[in-house]
């Protein structure tokens, strides 16, 4: 008889060790507010190598299979999902100023906003690199006028459809991804949402916002930086 519950235990060992190799920060951490410092005491927040502040809040009981692997398959880019939470969490706090860098994440993203500062968040395709031709923003904040536009082929196969990546993404072709500095009037224009579906394996980053804006993570498989890729690792 198969003991499930040292299986889970041989699972979560080695979904732990994912964590003891984390990159560090790619960018320096700017200013805090009071109200930051009191979110990242209260929530044990730490630096997150793509910037902002995060801590693990939950993961899945239930675990991926060993020789489970992705449907969706990105060239260049490996996703093993197996030996893996289902699905994990995290808080994530974006201090005023501090930004998200480019980077994939090897399954699907939930970003869910709390507030009180929007965060617009930016895509850029699923190559090498990101891909200013294929730039989208999505600003994630209280309005809801979400117009529900979804970008012809950025999700990948299978994965482009209405509500799936965001109702409120919007194009931002003139958008440089290379430049981490962009200033971005996200108050004015932008469908406004309060969640928005990253797909695996699309390159990802914030602007720098005008508040602290908090918002949480959910990642399908779990969430480990052996399937977390920086554009900017090497700065």
């Known amino acids: ?14 979904y732990e060790n994912s964590y003891e190799n984390i990159p560090e920060p790619v960018h320096d951490i700017p200013p805090l507010s009071e109200y930051a410092k009191s979110v990242i005491a209260r929530l044990g927040l730490e630096p ?3 910037g902002g502040w995060y801590v693990r809040d939950w993961q899945s009981a239930s675990f991926a299979p060993a020789d489970f692997a992705s449907p969706t398959q990105h060239p260049g880019f490996s996703m093993i999902t197996g030996n893996r939470p289902l699905a994990s969490l995290i808080y994530f706090l974006l201090p005023t100023g501090d930004f998200s860098d480019w980077h994939q994440v090897d399954a699907d993203e939930l970003w869910l906003w709390h507030g009180p500062g929007s965060v617009t968040l930016e895509l850029a395709g699923s190559g090498d690199a990101p891909d200013a031709a294929q730039s989208e923003r999505i600003v994630l904040g209280s309005g809801l006028t979400g117009s529900g536009l979804v970008r012809s082929g950025l999700a990948g196969p299978g994965l482009a459809g209405p509500g799936l990546v965001g109702s409120g993404l919007t194009s931002a072709a003139n958008t440089d991804p290379t430049d981490t500095d962009a200033d971005v009037d996200s108050t004015a224009t932008d469908p406004v949402i309060g969640h928005a579906i990253v797909p695996a394996g699309v390159w990802q980053r914030t602007i720098p916002g005008d508040a602290d804006a ?16 920086l554009a900017n690792d090497n700065r």
């Open 1 to 14: 008889m198969i003991n499930r519950h040292d299986n889970n235990n041989n699972h979560e060992n080695n």
């Open 214 to 229: 908090l918002v949480s993570c959910v990642v399908s498989p779990g969430f480990t930086f052996n399937g977390f890729n």
């Open 48 to 50: 997150h190598p793509e």
